[in-house]
């Protein structure tokens, strides 16, 4: 069983940016968001794969991926999924030897920044880089399946 040990964060500035490796494009969409779990479907480049996640909140849950034909990829994005899809850049910058991805969101989430770090075991100690900003793990806001029912640009300010 896969399990995936993530923290969240915004960021505090772009200063980031200087440090990025690579990007990757990424198209995803939601077949399924219940109480116990999340079904996406995700396109990046020239692969696709199909992912299952337990809907728990906070740092650790348990994640399963598989690869699936781009064809059926494209055609599940197009007429099953929810929408709008998630669209987004993600950016992966090394920092103190760990591996942060920094998604820059599209479309109806235009203008959101968040990063990620995984990390092998709970609990586990990280630096955090003075270009991040507020952990926002918690924040069920801030995690794609939500994003792709509540998208950013519908936000309010309280």
Not at 21 to 48: F, K
Request: with cysteine; aromatic share 12%.
């Amino acid at each position: 069983m896969a399990i995936e040990i993530e923290h969240k964060f915004l960021l505090a500035n772009d200063d980031w940016r200087k440090y990025v490796s690579h990007s990757v494009e990424y198209r995803q969409g939601y077949l399924s968001s219940q109480a116990t779990s999340s079904i996406r479907v995700r396109i990046s480049n020239d692969h696709a794969w199909l992912n299952i996640k337990t809907a728990t909140v906070g740092t650790h849950r348990h994640e399963y991926e598989y690869e699936i034909p781009m064809t059926d990829a494209n055609e599940i994005l197009m007429n099953l999924c929810r929408k709008p899809l998630i669209e987004k850049t993600r950016h992966f910058v090394t920092d103190d030897n760990h591996l942060w991805e920094i998604d820059e969101f599209e479309g109806d989430n235009q203008g959101l920044i968040v990063a990620e770090i995984e990390l092998d075991a709970t609990g586990q100690s990280f630096s955090k880089p003075y270009w991040l900003g507020l952990e926002v793990t918690a924040d069920l806001r801030y995690y794609n399946n939500n994003l792709a029912i509540h998208p950013y640009s519908e936000w309010r300010e309280d």
